[in-house]
């Protein structure tokens, strides 16, 4: 079993840079590609940006490239999405989540590609 901790969420004002993480446990880190999603309030849960497990290859949305920057961190267990130029748009409930094994592409871009989910981080961005 794998446990994901997120941390790093909080309020910024527009503009501003945020940097969260997610901690893995269970199983080595190494096997899994990980990505991140988000969540608004009475919206569905949406693809932000995901990294291959060896690291080689990163995926982002449309709407946050070019400002966020996934990275991993094989030695600390520990994924990274840094969020520069933050949009109050971008207020959600970020998520991590790790898929075991090769991927990459649309399978990275889905909900449904990841095996495991951590609990969430709150961004609130205010204008």
């Known amino acids: 079993q794998v446990q994901l901790v997120e941390s790093g969420g909080g309020l910024v004002q527009a503009g501003g840079s945020l940097r969260l993480s997610c901690a893995h446990s269970?199983?080595?880190?190494?096997?899994?590609?990980m990505g991140w999603f988000r969540q608004a309030p009475g919206k569905e849960r949406e693809f932000v940006a995901a990294?291959?497990?060896?690291?080689?290859?990163?995926y982002y949305a449309d709407s946050v490239k070019g400002r966020f920057t996934i990275s991993r961190d094989n030695a600390k267990n520990t994924a990274y999405l840094q969020m520069n130029s933050l949009r109050p748009e971008d207020t959600a409930v970020y998520y991590c989540?790790?898929?075991?094994?090769?991927?990459?592409?649309?399978?990275?871009?889905?909900?449904?590609?990841?095996?495991?989910w951590g609990q969430g981080t709150q961004v609130t961005v205010s204008s």
């Open positions: 989540a790790a898929r075991f094994g090769m991927a990459q592409g649309v399978a990275l871009r889905t909900t449904s590609g990841y095996d495991y």
């Open positions: 269970g199983r080595p880190f190494s096997n899994y590609n």
């Open positions: 990294i291959t497990w060896s690291g080689d290859s990163t």
